[in-house]
């Protein structure tokens, strides 16, 4: 009966996405969307599906390195610092191309395309560290042709001064599209992950790659913990451990291929729109080349001071924003790791409604379609269309809420990451709000100062770790007891982290990139963009490298460092911001 359940929530899941990407059409001038123009909305279903790939196959990446090779969390995480290094740095080589040679459009087709072949490869069984290091360099290089050109791309819309003062407001939303293909991710990547495993005859236990990869290399000096979840997997079945331990490893790392394959095909979704809609950005798919090429000296370029000036300012939040996203992107590291050793495994029947996503998508679609219900200026069309899906969406949600026991729901690691994404959806337009106030008030604050106040939110994050790690064995020897902790978390500490995160990141990278494509000078917009993500990639980097400190350290210890680098880059920040200022006017 679970089984069958189950293959129903994954049914549901498209139409779940469907319904949500109409409620927030209907909803479109109460989310800021009113007067933008329309190539935005190209650009935020073409990142859309281009990231709803990449988290995908992110929510799995370090379980699947662990569990197919038997790596550390220090191994892993020097592979997965060098590939989000590759994801994000190679956009500054993606911009000097369409800068200098293929111009926006094409460069982001190119990109498409050769993240489609790395995901293929990837996405391919049976294969060894050689051939995926390959496939991880392809999807750097596409990524890097990609992500930064959309986003000047973006930009070059907002240079109208038609559409000039909705700049800061417009990024915020191409920003909530990459967290809507970002929150189903993890779902889909556990629904392929469990679908394959089910085909096989087995089912996600997290302790029992490690210990098979025990049995197998000679160091499991224990072996009753693996003999009795062996049993509980193939019980009649059982012949050896050894067996079993090949057994499960090829499984459930055929598992995590079948996940990179719905990476695959996301990124021909994303083709489609960005090929079939090109009408509606055509006009903005121009370089500052190609104007000089048109226009000759109608163009007036800046001074050789203002370039200086703005590249400067440029180059000093690049700088802060790299211990940002160190911060940040322990999301798919030492927090996911936290969430697979140290926190519960099973929950509540209230709680599990937030990790099952046939009862949480119910859930935000009645509040959305009830929104719209009541929302003052909406069309009867509209109100009947929320109301038709209130009403749905809750006889859904109450169909699969009966189905959830009292106690023993089971969760796994990377459904901790569709969070971030979802608050994503959810603040941003309350965001934007708060900001759009302040501004007819004349009390915004600049972009810098918003960068600011990002990393002090950080800072608090993390403090919110830091006490929930306290009293926790540390790493190393949890390493060498083997298994996960005795004493486990609550999930809500790991769901208030990715909640604050969140805030935080809203004051920081939309606005950073925001800030990018203002200051920018024409002739370097796309390297701009890439500039941008070379930061990105620098933090990530060190992302993956501090994992030396997760091994060694106790668990707050670690927690605080990420809390003492974020408030010295906050005091920096603030320090330097009238230099900052002055580049955005100059």
């Not at 236990?205 to 979840?229: F, M, R, V, W, Y």
């Not at 180059?315 to 940002?324: E, T």
């Not at 322990?330 to 929950?347: E, H, K, M, P």
Request: hydrophobic share 50%; aromatic share 16%.
């Amino acid at each position: 009966m679970k089984r069958q359940i189950y293959y129903s929530q994954d049914t549901n899941l498209f139409i779940f996405a469907t319904i949500i990407i109409r409620i927030y059409s209907s909803l479109k001038h109460k989310l800021m969307f009113k007067g933008h123009p329309k190539g935005l909305f190209v650009a935020f279903f073409a990142n859309m599906g281009e990231r709803f790939g990449y988290y995908t196959m992110l929510a799995i990446f370090l379980l699947y390195l662990q569990s197919k090779f038997g790596w550390t969390a220090t191994q892993a995480g020097h592979v997965y610092g060098t590939f989000l290094f590759g994801i994000y740095f190679l956009p500054l080589f993606g911009g000097y191309i369409a800068d200098n040679v293929l111009g926006y459009g094409k460069t982001i087709l190119l990109g498409i395309i050769v993240m489609f072949c790395g995901y293929a490869l990837l996405a391919m069984p049976g294969t060894g560290e050689i051939f995926i290091y390959v496939a991880l360099a392809v999807i750097s290089l596409g990524t890097g042709f990609f992500k930064g050109n959309l986003q000047a791309l973006v930009g070059n819309m907002y240079d109208d001064p038609k559409y000039s003062s909705l700049r800061d407001s417009a990024f915020n939303v191409f920003y909530m599209g990459i967290n809507i293909g970002a929150f189903f991710a993890p779902s889909a990547a556990e629904a392929m992950r469990k679908w394959i495993m089910g085909m096989k005859g087995f089912s996600y236990n997290a302790s029992i790659p490690d210990l098979a990869h025990k049995c197998l290399n000679g160091t499991l000096t224990n072996t009753e913990q693996l003999e009795a979840l062996s049993r509980t997997q193939v019980n009649a079945h059982f012949t050896s451990l050894a067996d079993f331990s090949h057994q499960y490893i090829d499984a459930i790392s055929g598992a995590y291929n079948a996940g990179f394959a719905v990476a695959a095909v996301s990124m021909i979704a994303s083709l489609l729109i960005f090929i079939l809609f090109r009408k509606y950005y055509k006009t903005a798919d121009v370089t500052h080349k190609q104007k000089k090429a048109e226009f000759g000296s109608q163009i007036v370029d800046l001074t050789r001071s203002q370039v200086k000036d703005r590249l400067v300012a440029l180059g000093l939040v690049f700088f802060v924003v790299l211990f940002f996203w160190m911060a940040f992107h322990q999301n798919g590291f030492t927090l996911t790791i936290f969430a697979r050793d140290y926190t519960v495994a099973s929950v509540a029947k209230s709680t599990a409604v937030i990790f099952n996503i046939s009862t949480f998508l119910p859930a935000l679609i009645v509040i959305l379609g009830l929104f719209i219900v009541f929302a003052k200026g909406s069309s009867r069309n509209n109100r009947m269309f929320g109301g038709i899906a209130a009403v749905a969406a809750a006889a859904v949600f109450v169909y699969f809420f009966r189905e959830l026991t009292d106690e023993g729901n089971p969760i796994s690691p990377e459904k901790f990451q569709q969070f971030n994404p979802i608050f994503i959806v959810f603040l941003t337009p309350v965001v934007i709000g708060i900001f759009s106030y302040m501004r007819k008030h004349g009390k915004e604050p600049s972009s810098p100062v918003k960068i600011g106040i990002g990393m002090l939110i950080t800072a608090i994050g993390f403090l919110i770790m830091v006490i929930a790690s306290r009293g926790l064995i540390s790493p190393a020897d949890l390493k060498i007891q083997g298994g996960v902790s005795e004493t486990l978390r609550s999930p809500y500490w790991l769901i208030g982290t990715y909640l604050t995160l969140t805030v935080a990141e809203l004051f920081l990278s939309p606005i950073g990139i925001s800030f990018v494509s203002k200051v920018a000078p024409p002739q370097h917009k796309g390297l701009a963009q890439g500039g941008w993500f070379s930061a990105t990639a620098i933090g990530n980097l060190l992302a993956g490298f501090i994992g030396p400190f997760w091994d060694k350290w106790e668990l707050w210890q670690f927690f605080m460092l990420l809390v003492a680098v974020t408030v010295i880059s906050a005091i920096i920040m603030f320090s330097i911001l009238k230099r900052l200022e002055r580049a955005t006017t100059s």
